[in-house]
């Protein structure tokens, strides 16, 4: 399908939802004045008309001076707007599917002679009205889960108890961040602000769990400055996520995707994080050593395996504790525990508890979880642990509902 019919028809799809929807509930604003009435279906299909736009902008190049995150604020749009409006046209669908059977039942029995012929079923105001609700509450939802959410950033802590833990180590607190995805972010100030909490706990090591960028290096440019701020006294380390190595992008050759991906890594490097590309680190404190291993991304099913958890291990073998580096959680089950029992806590990130869902004291629920068995928090098998980060950043849609961005704060104990 070319570009051209591709617009046109999604046009055609949005102007029909569009039309439906504005016949249906117009008849709920008749005892308005003019004035209002007017500013309605003026503000109505203002809205409509800037979507169909926003159609043809999106398809045929969105101006160079704007900003990446622009991009996906007309996808998100789009999606919240017709997402919504598709969810309370349900109701009316409902409702003409209702007055369809009713005028058929009074055809037939009028065709019979029992009583007159009806030619019209007139709307249920309640089923208007409640068409209107239904659209309100998935496009209320989702735009506070941008203005709101998408910043509302939150300290995680937790503590594990690890036997073999040397003193020296002992208390230790790692500050995680994963997936920030800097080109998504829309709020430079907030986001220096989700640095700033983390910078006051004064953690002794951070670890960074991947996915720096959506797709391109150049992402990364405006924050460069924002997290060169995150240090720690025995060091930050990270690795890279499936998004860091532009494999969901189009490049003219394998050398510019290449180059792409050199820059992110000297980028991570110039703010004075510690990279670790299937490599491993020997961390002393009093001539006590625990070992840190950072394992490329590796991930079930479709995603990439760059990973290589053998060669990231090697030299680690008589070191009393090891924490590993993997972005996606999948790894976890797949390789680490049936093949290295001796790695006592995983960290990933990832599966960004998938944006949405709810979170209520103990209680944790998301679609994420029917993809990823573990998706978010601490889960332990035997004397191994993971901590899945909720994320930093996001994807996709801006913003967040009910599971908020993340800083965690994971302390070390010896048991």
């Not at 503590?159 to 002992?170: A, E, G, H, T, V």
Request: hydrophobic content about 40%.
């Amino acid at each position: 399908m070319d570009k051209l019919t591709k617009v046109l028809l999604l046009n055609i799809l949005f102007l029909l939802i569009d039309l439906y929807v504005y016949y249906a509930i117009k008849p709920l604003f008749d005892d308005f004045s003019i004035l209002v009435r007017r500013t309605l279906s003026f503000t109505y299909w203002g809205v409509s008309i800037t979507c169909m736009l926003s159609v043809i902008i999106f398809n045929y190049g969105i101006p160079s001076h704007l900003p990446n995150y622009f991009r996906s604020f007309i996808i998100t749009g789009l999606f919240v707007i017709y997402f919504s409006k598709t969810f309370g046209l349900l109701f009316i669908f409902i409702d003409d599917v209702r007055r369809f059977l009713v005028w058929t039942f009074h055809q037939i029995t009028s065709l019979a002679g029992n009583e007159p012929k009806v030619d019209t079923v007139d709307r249920l105001d309640f089923m208007r009205k409640l068409s209107l609700v239904a659209t309100a509450v998935p496009l209320s939802v989702m735009s506070f889960g941008i203005v709101s959410g998408a910043h509302d950033y939150r300290i995680r802590r937790r503590k594990i108890s690890l036997p073999n833990l040397p003193d020296s180590f002992d208390g230790v607190r790692i500050a995680q961040l994963s997936d920030i995805h800097s080109g998504s972010f829309f709020n430079k100030t907030a986001v220096k602000g989700g640095v700033d909490m983390l910078l006051r706990e004064k953690p002794d090591m951070v670890f960074f769990t991947g996915d720096l960028v959506n797709n391109e290096s150049d992402e990364f440019d405006e924050y460069f400055d924002v997290f060169k701020k995150v240090q720690a006294p025995l060091g930050v380390y990270s690795i890279l996520g499936n998004h860091d190595y532009g494999d969901y992008r189009y490049w003219p050759s394998n050398w510019k995707k290449q180059q792409n991906l050199e820059k992110l890594v000297a980028a991570q490097k110039q703010m004075g994080w510690d990279i670790l590309l299937n490599e491993n680190r020997s961390i002393k404190v009093n001539n006590e050593e625990i070992g840190i291993i950072g394992v490329e991304n590796w991930g079930a099913g479709r995603f990439a395996k760059y990973g290589d958890l053998k060669r990231a291990y090697e030299g680690m073998e008589h070191l009393p504790v090891k924490l590993l580096l993997s972005h996606d959680p999948s790894h976890w089950d797949a390789q680490v525990r049936p093949d290295f029992p001796d790695i006592d806590v995983t960290f990933s990130g990832h599966t960004h508890g998938f944006q949405f869902g709810i979170e209520m004291g103990d209680f944790k629920w998301s679609p994420s979880q029917y993809i990823y068995k573990q998706w978010a928090d601490l889960y332990q098998e035997g004397n191994q642990y993971i901590y899945v980060n909720r994320g930093f950043g996001y994807l996709g849609f801006p913003g967040r509902i009910g599971i908020l961005p993340e800083i965690t704060i994971l302390e070390l104990s010896k048991g």
